[in-house]
């Protein structure tokens, strides 16, 4: 038995091909730089970028909820989930490119009937047979066209896009966080303002009804105070919603009851840190979304092999052995051995349109995952690109604004002393209010319009991807059997 499995191995292993075309990474065309030329010169490493890339606002707060957000959010935990089940079907693609052995014991006792005629007196007599087994078995797939080498590498490629899905995920929920509480932080800036407002225009009313009844100030003066401060006052009720809003959206995207979050409100948006240093080939190794892109494309050509393979006769290696007799003691005789070996061919029959058909589907699969492919690539510049000049654009324009509200707030505190000294109507005071009030709330807007930007530009250029840093697989007993 050891002798013709022995013989046979190597002569299967030599006739081992493989049905999977070789698979070449996709090439994508980039610049030298971004082609905005607001873009600052770009080095080859990114060191300025830390993983923990919301730390370079220098929030307490939102640096404790991103941490949070990493290990609890259920949209990541699902996808973990999900990368654990693709890892068990890789393991078990590799264990069928293996032998299963199996064994067998068992123990009978049986009483066979014998009937015996004695001076022509028919007797039946009993015989008690005790029976032992001990036995083995394998079962060996041989694989000569390479099916189930090409299911590991697509398992193998499959699970790595899992796990830089898995990557591509926790940034996508890490920057909504930072979006999110940047969004709360501006409702909570925007109410203060309002807050301040309220008690201003209470003021105010309240000062206008004195002038009323001293003469000087009309009706109308008196009913458009109660119109300003009403409508503050509603303006502040719905920043208050969207407050708590924003912190009911933190508490579930850290896995958490809306209810179960408390954070204090500071009415404070963190200041813009630096523009990050990224060029289009650091952002291909960076992204796990593009990464994943490409180890499905590497996938989809591996199912290639196996499609084709699934088609050529299936050819696998069996055997049985062990020791069978009535006596336990002398059971592992050599007397009592028993063994089989032999090879095991099954084919459902060549159909050459089939063949042709299950190719063509498999090829398509591979363009349509290189589609894909690329408009992930695009997608993911084209991001960066809008960030990029949304960034830059609104650090001018907080700047322009800021001075816009400088001089509005200006106009309104000269507005104000003409209208206590007479000299103006209320119209001229409620026309200034509103006029810092829209400047005061279109420069915080700002402000979360440009963090958000430069979220987004720190996590494109957060969490580095190297295909060094995917998980190995066990090799193949038949060697690498990927063409070449």
């Known amino acids: ?37 607001v873009w600052q010169e770009a080095r080859p490493q990114i060191a300025e970028v830390p993983d923990a890339w919301w730390t370079v606002f220098q929030d307490p707060v939102l640096s404790d909820l991103e941490k949070q957000v990493s290990v609890s959010n259920q949209t990541i935990l699902t996808n973990l989930a999900q990368l654990r089940a693709a890892k068990g079907t890789l393991n078990a693609s590799v264990a069928s490119l293996y032998p299963t052995f199996g064994t067998a014991t068992s123990a009978t006792k049986s009483r066979n009937a014998i009937s015996t005629s004695v001076n022509g007196v028919n007797q039946v007599n009993s015989n008690l047979i005790n029976t032992f087994t001990l036995s083995g078995s394998f079962s060996w797939d041989l694989d000569l066209w390479g099916r189930l080498a090409s299911t590991v590498h697509e398992n193998e490629a499959a699970m790595q896009a899992t796990a830089e899905t898995l990557a591509a995920v926790r940034l996508s929920e890490q920057i909504s966080l ?29 000062l206008t009804q004195k002038r009323y009844q001293s003469g000087v100030a009309a009706t109308s003066d008196v009913a458009a105070a109660e119109t300003q401060l009403c409508t ?11 407050r708590a809003q924003d912190a009911h959206a933190i508490a579930v995207l850290m896995g958490k009851q809306p209810g179960e979050l408390n954070l204090e409100a500071t009415g404070q948006l963190p200041a813009a840190p630096p523009l990050p240093v990224l060029i289009p080939s650091t952002l291909l190794q960076r992204r796990p979304d593009i990464a994943s892109a490409e180890r499905t494309v590497a996938a989809a050509n591996a199912a290639v092999g196996v499609a084709k393979a699934a088609l050529y006769p299936d050819i696998s290696l069996n055997g049985s052995g062990g020791f069978r007799g009535g006596l336990l003691p002398k059971l592992l005789n050599t007397s009592h051995e028993f063994w089989s070996v032999g090879p095991a061919i099954s084919f459902s029959g060549y ?14 699969n591979v363009d349509q995952a290189l589609s894909q492919y690329r408009q992930t690539v695009l997608t993911a510049f084209q991001e960066v690109e809008d960030n990029l000049v949304a960034a830059r654009q609104l650090e001018k324009e907080e700047k322009v604004q800021f001075l816009a509200l400088q001089a509005a707030r200006l106009t309104l505190k000269d507005t104000l002393d003409q209208y206590k000294a ?63």
């Open 422 to 484: 007479g000299t103006l109507s209320y119209l001229n005071v409620i026309t200034a209010q509103n006029t810092a009030l829209t400047a005061e709330n279109t420069w915080i807007a700002v402000r979360n319009r440009q963090l958000v930007a430069i979220g987004i530009l720190l996590k494109n250029a957060a969490g580095p991807w190297d295909e060094k840093n995917l998980p190995p697989v066990n090799p193949s007993p038949l060697g690498d059997t990927t063409a070449k």
């Open 232 to 242: 503050s006052q509603a303006q502040l009720l719905d920043q208050e919603i969207l």
């Open 178 to 206: 930072a979006q999110t509480y940047f969004a709360m932080r501006t409702a909570e800036a925007s109410a203060a303002t309002l807050r301040q407002t309220v008690a201003a225009n209470e003021k105010f009313l309240a």
């Open 1 to 37: 038995m050891k002798l013709v499995f022995c013989l046979a191995l190597p002569v299967l292993v030599l006739l081992g091909c493989s049905m999977e075309p070789p698979y070449q990474k996709p090439e994508v065309k980039t610049e030298a730089s971004f082609s905005e030329d």
């Open 351 to 364: 159909n050459p349109k089939l063949y042709d058909a299950v190719t063509e589907e498999a090829m398509g």
